[in-house]
């Protein structure tokens, strides 16, 4: 793969990621804040807490070499 195809590749890969959905979910009150939100300000609107974490949709299973 050349340095134009890794790039092209990079570059759609980054407009799939935009389109997507990303929601974080309060440590504390375990509500669900749209990715928006937290942009604008860096707290749960439910409750105020700081502490929010992306939740892990699928599984990874790495394999030890």
Do not use: D, W
């Not at 749209?34 to 949709?57: F, Q």
Request: charge should be positive; aromatic fraction near 6%; proline fraction near 3%.
């Amino acid at each position: 793969m050349n340095a134009k195809n890794a790039k092209q590749k990079l570059q759609e890969m980054h407009i799939s990621q935009e389109n997507k959905m990303v929601t974080y979910k309060c440590f504390n009150c375990n509500q669900t804040i749209k990715g928006e939100t937290v942009r604008k300000r860096i707290r749960c609107p439910y409750c105020g807490s700081k502490i929010l974490y992306k939740p892990r949709l699928v599984n990874t299973k790495i394999k030890a070499v």
